[in-house]
């Protein structure tokens, strides 16, 4: 236990002397993590909803219908299959336009009893249920139309009052809801060279509503055309594709069914797609946290040199020394993992449609261990990924050099020094800077890199979700539910891409103290080194800008569609202006945030740097 204690108090003492170094951390590994919670809670968004509403309106494992009342009779003998112990129906279902003073709308008019049924009962969360001139409409279309228990509406002319809204676990909610009338619906925007293709009739978006039994009779003229469904409850719920594999294609294929689990999917769609946006953000800035946790570990070893020689020489082992130093990092990827299961449970509600059609609120399900248990271990791994070499490093060595830590030369390479002889001074003393840490650079390249992949996806998809056609099956607030998806993924990826270039411009500042106070003393101005240490930085992000349009943007694009199954060909690719303009601003944005450290680090007093020894 005193082992452990003592760890601890040296790890958090550290921490507490450098606190914008751990701020930094903390916020490097709390981006990814925040993303990655996100990713995880919308797994399941809609099915907690789901599963109340089913429960409360004991919802039917199996829906079944028919599209002519001549093949009614099949449908009836479905309720003595074996397996069913329970149905409710057939009830007649007919097509409709719904007016109300704003709009049109199609609909989907189902015909009830006034009694409520033993199988989909659909729950009614204001007003009453059907009666004689009255409709009970579906909650998320009524959210969709604005419509209130009193309003006025029409159902091919024929005037009805709003009595109710209600909810159903036998469809899925507006605008995904399936499709039972005989004449076919369509969901999603229809393109206009297709409009004129499609059958005369066909219901597009369709809403859902309840009638009387007559009044949906009175709606059409010709009571053979109507169509039929069937609500069965099944001994196992589980066995309802089985079921439907054992039945469907009997009376004359007369029976489309369609299982619990095909409604749930269609209700949580919304969410599967946010949720796949959010994990492929998740990995990329966990790429991101890496590389900002290598930068920072990095300029964090090299001052906590001396350190290690005191703990050797105090008795401590190579063994403790590394454990010390992975202590500080562990515990920082603790925290921020805490800080971004917190943040990510409490925003995932506002990154999902509330969806009006399900009892409770989406996105909102109970934070369950094994998301506490990924997110956590995800973090921890980022953070000893990042700072177990390092560390391993420090404490091998020697406790008379690590007492010393005298600076380490810098390598000597004949062609470059020959190249950067002819350049200017501030760009000779940025070639020379950037080749002193090839791996800092690479880093930072790296960095650039996938940020600039992830906003070539961003660009993709964001054309995706601005052209209709594309977005099948979702209304203008669900695709404006994944454009906030998309700005939220963007936001977090481009700050933890800016505390990198900040990062890398700061470790690059302290690590050539006593070089940039050498090359004062022999006649560079302040301005030539802070140029100098700006651009070691913008020149790898105009590398890294490039890399991360190609192949690191095709690339990742090409990954997401082989692991969705996306179709490529339907995407919008970025233009070239478009990918020219996105690597000048990075080039610009780098060049902007580096300045500040680059100019802090260049005014430094000549004599301060070189009497502290670098």
């Known amino acids: 236990m005193g082992r452990i204690v003592l760890i601890g108090r040296l790890a958090v003492r550290d921490l507490r002397r450098r606190r914008v170094e751990t701020a930094l951390l903390l916020l490097a590994i709390v981006a990814a993590t925040t993303t990655l919670t996100l990713g995880l809670v919308l797994r399941d968004a809609a099915s907690d909803p789901y599963q109340r509403t089913r429960q409360a309106t004991n919802g039917p494992d199996v829906v079944a219908s028919v599209s002519r009342s001549e093949r009614l009779p099949g449908l009836e003998k479905l309720a003595s299959a074996s397996g069913v112990?329970?149905?409710?129906?057939?009830?007649?279902?007919?097509?409709?336009?719904?007016?109300?003073?704003?709009?049109?709308?199609?609909?989907?008019?189902?015909?009830?009893?006034?009694?409520?049924?033993?199988?989909?009962?659909?729950?009614?969360?204001?007003?009453?249920?059907?009666?004689?001139?009255?409709?009970?409409?579906?909650?998320?279309?009524?959210?969709?139309?604005?419509?209130?228990?009193?309003?006025?509406?029409?159902?091919?002319?024929?005037?009805?009052?709003?009595?109710?809204?209600?909810?159903?676990?036998?469809?899925?909610?507006?605008?995904?809801?399936?499709?039972?009338?005989?004449?076919?619906?369509?969901?999603?925007?229809?393109?206009?060279?297709?409009?004129?293709?499609?059958?005369?009739?066909?219901?597009?978006?369709?809403?859902?509503?309840?009638?009387?039994?007559?009044?949906?009779?009175?709606?059409?003229?010709?009571?053979?055309?109507?169509?039929?469904?069937?609500?069965?409850?099944?001994?196992?719920?589980?066995?309802?594709?089985?079921?439907?594999?054992?039945?469907?294609?009997?009376?004359?294929?007369?029976?489309?069914?369609?299982?619990?689990?095909?409604?749930?999917?269609?209700?949580?769609?919304?969410?599967?797609?946010?949720?796949?946006?959010?994990?492929?953000?998740?990995?990329?800035?966990?790429?991101?946290?890496?590389?900002?946790?290598?930068?920072?570990?990095?300029?964090?070893?090299?001052?906590?040199?001396?350190?290690?020689?005191?703990?050797?020489?105090?008795?401590?082992?190579?063994?403790?020394?590394?454990?010390?130093?992975?202590?500080?990092?562990?515990?920082?990827?603790?925290?921020?993992?805490a800080a971004g299961l917190a943040i990510g449970s409490l925003a995932a509600p506002l990154l999902t449609a509330s969806s009006a059609g399900l009892l409770g609120s989406p996105g909102t399900p109970p934070m369950s261990a094994s998301t506490v248990g990924l997110v956590t271990a995800v973090a921890v791994a980022v953070a000893v990924v990042a700072t177990a070499v390092p560390a391993l490093r420090a404490a091998r060595l020697s406790t008379v050099n690590a007492l010393a830590d005298s600076p380490r030369p810098p390598r000597r390479v004949g062609w470059l020094i020959a190249i950067s002889a002819r350049l200017p001074v501030a760009l000779l003393l940025a070639v020379r800077v950037a080749a002193r840490r090839p791996r800092r650079i690479v880093l930072g390249v790296v960095s650039i890199a996938v940020t600039i992949s992830g906003i070539y996806v961003l660009l993709v998809l964001d054309s995706v979700l601005a052209t209709q056609p594309v977005a099948d099956g979702y209304d203008a607030a669900q695709i404006g539910v994944l454009h906030h998806v998309l700005l939220v993924w963007t936001v977090i990826l481009l700050c933890l891409a800016a505390v990198n270039a900040v990062v890398i411009t700061w470790a690059t500042v302290l690590d050539n103290r006593r070089s940039s106070a050498l090359a004062r003393a022999l006649g560079a101005t302040p301005r030539d080194v802070s140029a100098a240490l700006a651009a070691a930085q913008v020149l790898p992000a105009l590398v890294g800008a490039a890399l991360g349009v190609f192949p690191g943007g095709l690339g990742l694009l090409t990954a997401i569609n082989v692991i969705t199954g996306g179709d490529s060909d339907r995407a919008t690719l970025p233009s070239l202006g478009q990918l020219l303009a996105v690597v000048l601003a990075t080039v610009l944005v780098v060049a902007g945030l580096t300045a500040v450290p680059a100019r802090l680090g260049g005014r430094r007093s000549v004599t301060e740097a070189l009497a502290s020894g670098g």
Not at 287 to 305: E, F, K, P, Y
């Open 85 to 337: 112990i329970d149905h409710s129906g057939p009830y007649p279902v007919a097509p409709a336009k719904l007016g109300t003073p704003d709009r049109t709308s199609d609909v989907q008019v189902v015909g009830r009893d006034a009694e409520r049924s033993s199988v989909d009962a659909p729950e009614l969360v204001r007003g009453g249920w059907v009666g004689d001139g009255g409709v009970v409409v579906e909650a998320a279309f009524a959210g969709a139309l604005g419509l209130r228990v009193g309003d006025p509406v029409t159902l091919n002319g024929r005037s009805f009052r709003v009595v109710g809204i209600a909810v159903t676990a036998a469809m899925a909610p507006y605008p995904a809801t399936s499709c039972v009338v005989a004449v076919g619906c369509v969901n999603g925007a229809v393109p206009p060279d297709q409009a004129a293709e499609l059958p005369p009739g066909l219901l597009r978006n369709p809403g859902l509503v309840w009638l009387t039994r007559a009044d949906v009779l009175g709606l059409t003229p010709d009571p053979d055309s109507l169509s039929y469904v069937m609500n069965l409850k099944l001994a196992d719920p589980d066995d309802a594709q089985s079921f439907i594999d054992a039945h469907h294609g009997e009376h004359d294929g007369a029976t489309p069914m369609q299982s619990w689990r095909d409604v749930l999917q269609d209700a949580t769609e919304l969410a599967g797609d946010s949720q796949i946006i959010l994990l492929m953000g998740s990995w990329l800035l966990g790429l991101l946290a890496v590389a900002s946790l290598s930068l920072l570990v990095g300029g964090r070893m090299a001052d906590q040199i001396r350190r290690v020689g005191l703990l050797k020489a105090v008795g401590g082992t190579p063994s403790l020394v590394a454990v010390v130093l992975l202590a500080e990092y562990v515990l920082v990827a603790i925290v921020a993992a």
